[in-house]
């Protein structure tokens, strides 16, 4: 089963993704981890390769049987289409979450307060969030509004939604 958590920065996939984690004992992929190691190896003008490494790196372990947890922006039809593409090559299983956060001072807030968790990361400001080429849903996914749901609340629809598949 591949979970694919998709948002904005900081909406909340990266808690959510991990506390996902461990409870249903899987592996985590997170797209700011493959490109901050390829940054800071000198790889400045980065376009898909991350994502490309995530795709991989989820098909090898699905074919392991694994749960496998994708947290990155996702952000358009293109990238949601290979990670749907990446299950299908494991013969896996997969679900689309679309984590947000409907409260914009809210999100404002987080993305502000935010401080890097992997060495050499840069967050991005409010105003990149925003001006991220963000484009709209056009398939079926489940829809996490972390403004009004708790994080136990929001892994425990993850899991609901996992198990009825």
Known sequence: MLIILSGHSGVGKTTIGREVVRRLRGVYIRIDSIETALRRDGIDDIRDEGYRVGYAIAVENLRLGMLVVADSVNP????????????????????????????????????????????GHVLPTWLEVMNRDYRAWDSARLVIDTAIATVDESVERVIRAVQAL
Do not use: G, K, N
């Open 76 to 119: 358009w039809s293109l990238t949601r289409d290979a990670w749907h593409d990446a299950a299908r090559q494991a013969c896996a299983r997969f679900i689309d979450v679309e984590v947000i956060c409907s409260d914009a001072i809210e999100h404002q807030r987080r993305v502000e307060a935010r401080v890097p968790d992997i060495a």
